[in-house]
């Protein structure tokens, strides 16, 4: 057999085995909800213009911004690969792991950035195109780097985080009101919490890449909790601004401040004084927290577009 043929001692090439490699390298997961966010500002945008939910547009905003989500995602890998080598939880990454050439990861990231950009800009419009591929500049030139640096890359990478509700609000208007920063604004604040969460629990890992999130720079905790608790906090006003704007109703405002108010019990258990990040039973209630992020904001995005296409 040749021994380009096989994975790393793993086993053989196949087509299972690589579609599995491309799914890790453009992280498939984090593109699926990215791709559910940017059709929640779609259908918004889209009510917005007196336009119809389900067209064309939708399938070509949902495909082009898949497409650069994708790409992005392989060129951070691409620039991560050595970091990615020295953790646990991103070893087994096709990059790291030898699965994939450099070459290779390179072009699948810019090819698919690239030309999903050209497809937003062609066949969506030019302001979803334009702004997609500078969210995707900013994740990648800022964020991505930024990380090794300081623990201001969290905020610094909230912006792009928060774009797709914006980008399917645009592909379905052409262009920028309230609601989509409405939703903008909901996506920024929930991503501190969420990403928060997720640092406390693999902070070895972090430190292991030299990745320099908070929990890593200030072992403590203290200033890890209170920032999870002022985020929490603060989305309870930026969930009710879409009923502000006449973009849902009182059932939806119901349903965000029960859920504001989950996530804030957990970030409350997160932020006792007794807890350090060292501590075995912290990372079960930054466990929680995380999990109930992943809920959080599916659940928020459905109770939103169920309310609004009640009434």
């Not at 969506?124 to 990380?147: D, E, I, Q």
């Not at 999130?213 to 203290?222: A, Q, T």
Request: aromatic fraction near 12%; proline fraction near 5%; charged fraction near 15%.
């Amino acid at each position: 057999m040749n021994a380009g043929a096989v994975r790393s001692g793993i086993g053989p090439v196949t087509a299972v085995s690589r579609l599995s490699d491309y799914a890790e390298l453009t992280k498939s997961r984090v593109t699926t909800l990215i791709v559910l966010t940017t059709w929640c500002g779609f259908y918004f945008g889209a009510r917005k213009a007196g336009l119809p939910a389900m067209s064309w547009g939708l399938f070509h905003g949902l495909f082009g911004v898949a497409l650069v989500s994708s790409g992005t995602a392989a060129l951070n890998e691409v620039l991560e690969r050595d970091v990615d080598r020295k953790m646990r939880r991103t070893a087994s990454r096709p990059l790291p792991a030898g699965r994939m050439s450099l070459l290779h990861g390179t072009v699948v990231g810019l090819l698919l950035t690239i030309g999903g950009s050209i497809y937003l800009v062609l066949l969506s419009n030019r302001l979803t195109g334009y702004l997609t591929f500078l969210t995707s500049v900013v994740y990648l030139m800022a964020y991505t780097p930024l990380k090794r640096v300081s623990p201001v890359c969290t905020f610094v990478g909230a912006f792009p985080g928060a774009m797709p509700g914006v980008l399917g609000w645009t592909a379905a208007s052409g262009r920028l009101d309230w609601g989509a920063l409405s939703l903008f604004a909901i996506l920024f604040l929930w991503q501190f919490p969420h990403f928060l969460a997720i640092a406390w629990l693999y902070r070895d890992d972090y430190a292991r890449g030299a990745i320099r999130m908070l929990p890593v720079v200030e072992p403590d905790g203290r200033s890890t909790s209170i920032r999870i608790l002022l985020y929490s906090l603060a989305l309870f006003p930026a969930s009710s601004v879409p009923v502000l704007l006449g973009m849902s109703g009182k059932i939806y405002l119901a349903g965000a401040a029960l859920l504001g108010l989950l996530f804030f019990y957990f970030a409350v258990h997160l932020a006792l004084p007794e807890l350090r990040v060292t501590d075995a039973r912290s990372r079960v209630y930054a466990r929680r927290l995380f999990r109930c992020s992943i809920v959080y904001l599916p659940l928020l995005f459905a109770l939103m577009i169920g309310d609004a296409t009640w009434h």
